[in-house]
């Protein structure tokens, strides 16, 4: 990108988002090098350029709305444990963005994402500059390590691809995020995202062609493929988040798979429970 651009960019973003914003990107706890990027990829000078989209996706077309932030370390490594949906991942920039931009001091949330995804044209490059990690056990465990806050989808692409009947019910739980939490010492703050499953609703799913694509789902929504590629923007309902107190498990991260079912059992259902009680203190889902 031409200097001159970046400027103007750099510029607008100023006036759009105030100087407080630039502040807080300088302040984001992540180590770098003297090049600025992580051990990752992740160049935070790069968000000064795209944080514009999902501000305005944030503030003005979700509203997002944000409940006990207070609960999430303001330091140290930290587990985000997420409810999953939409077809894509908008749900995991809401949450990352809402943490960025209302946390103070301000924090990074890194999102552990599919390897699909990185598949898609040019999202690979832009998500490891933004952030966000391919989620593999290992790379989680390194950032958990720096004392990074790593958000999670424990139901995976299950989630994100439900069908709208299955709205709101939480499918099976990976194991992989409470064995990393047993080997690391690292707390679990379970979140519910309310909104998000109406922000893309998909009312089939044509596993074959999804398979012939190398697709997790081909979805069918109210407007997708009718729409074309404007059938795939996600709706302005309203997004709700929810985030509960710290959750500390001991044990043996080794424990056959019995053992730490229980415990990922625990972390379903306090997310499971948080969602029956954003829905029902919800008035509407565009308001």
Request: with cysteine; hydrophobic share 40%; glycine share 8%.
């Amino acid at each position: 990108m031409d200097d001159v651009i970046k400027k103007e960019i750099i510029k607008l973003n100023t006036r759009i988002l105030g100087e407080s914003f630039m502040s807080r990107l300088e302040r984001i706890p992540t180590k770098l090098n003297e090049f600025g990027y992580d051990e990752f990829g992740f160049k935070p000078e790069v968000i000064k350029y795209i944080v514009p989209i999902f501000y305005f996706l944030c503030k003005i077309y979700w509203r997002v709305e944000a409940f006990g932030l207070q609960n999430i370390p303001k330091s140290g490594r930290v587990l985000l444990v997420c409810n999953h949906a939409g077809q894509l991942p908008w749900d995991g920039s809401v949450v990352i963005c809402t943490i960025f931009n209302e946390m103070e001091p301000p924090r990074m949330a890194r999102s552990m994402i599919e390897k699909w995804t990185t598949t898609l044209p040019f999202m690979g490059e832009w998500m490891s500059l933004a952030g966000q990690i391919v989620g593999t056990p290992e790379n989680c465990q390194r950032l958990l390590e720096n004392d990074e806050a790593i958000l999670v989808f424990p139901e995976g692409t299950r989630g994100i691809n439900k069908l709208f009947k299955d709205r709101y019910h939480l499918q099976d739980f990976g194991h992989g995020f409470m064995r990393l939490a047993l080997k690391t010492n690292t707390p679990i703050i379970p979140i519910a995202s309310i909104g998000s499953e109406e922000s893309c609703p998909a009312i089939f799913n044509i596993k074959w062609l999804a398979k012939l694509l190398g697709a997790p789902a081909a979805p069918i929504t109210p407007t997708f493929p009718l729409l074309g590629p404007l059938g795939i923007l996600p709706y302005p309902v309203k997004y709700r988040l929810y985030f509960g107190e710290p959750m500390h498990f001991t044990g043996d991260p080794d424990e056959d798979d019995v053992e730490i079912d229980l415990k990922v059992q625990t972390v379903r259902n306090t997310i499971q429970s948080m969602i029956y009680d954003g829905l029902h203190a919800r008035k509407h889902v565009f308001w």
